[in-house]
């Protein structure tokens, strides 16, 4: 189970747009990730390239948790919000569910559940 103020850490990591921080500093060596039925992926380095490529796409990545996050065990649920500022100013605005497994201070498991309709941008 993830200490509080380390979930809370992570938390406002990914809402300051540190996404491949947050991957690096919380994430286990071995992690890995899912995408709705996807491909899983695994190694945390692996994540972290995936996200810094990512995170170049965009002009800005507005980031926003729901509360309650929801904590059982080693297992814990995040309500994400996502929009996706691209340099023309159109807005691609994404919800998600992640569902994460934890062994003590780092995540051992994260699996996205998300609607591929939502990848739409939106012009300003």
């Not at 080693?74 to 996502?82: A, K």
Request: net charge negative; charged share 30%.
């Amino acid at each position: 189970m993830p200490d509080k103020h380390v979930l809370d850490d992570f938390i406002a990591t990914v809402v300051s747009g540190q996404h491949d921080v947050a991957v690096e500093k919380f994430y286990a060596e071995d992690a890995a990730l899912q995408e709705n039925l996807g491909e899983i992926r695994h190694g945390r380095e692996n994540h972290a390239a995936r996200e810094r490529g990512f995170l170049k796409l965009f002009k800005e990545i507005r980031t926003t948790c729901v509360e309650p996050v929801f904590v059982n065990g080693d297992y814990v649920v995040i309500h994400w919000i996502f929009e996706f500022v691209r340099e023309d100013g159109a807005v691609m605005r994404m919800e998600e569910l992640a569902h994460q497994r934890w062994d003590e201070n780092k995540m051992a498991e994260e699996r996205f559940y998300y609607d591929p309709a939502q990848r739409v941008f939106q012009n300003p």
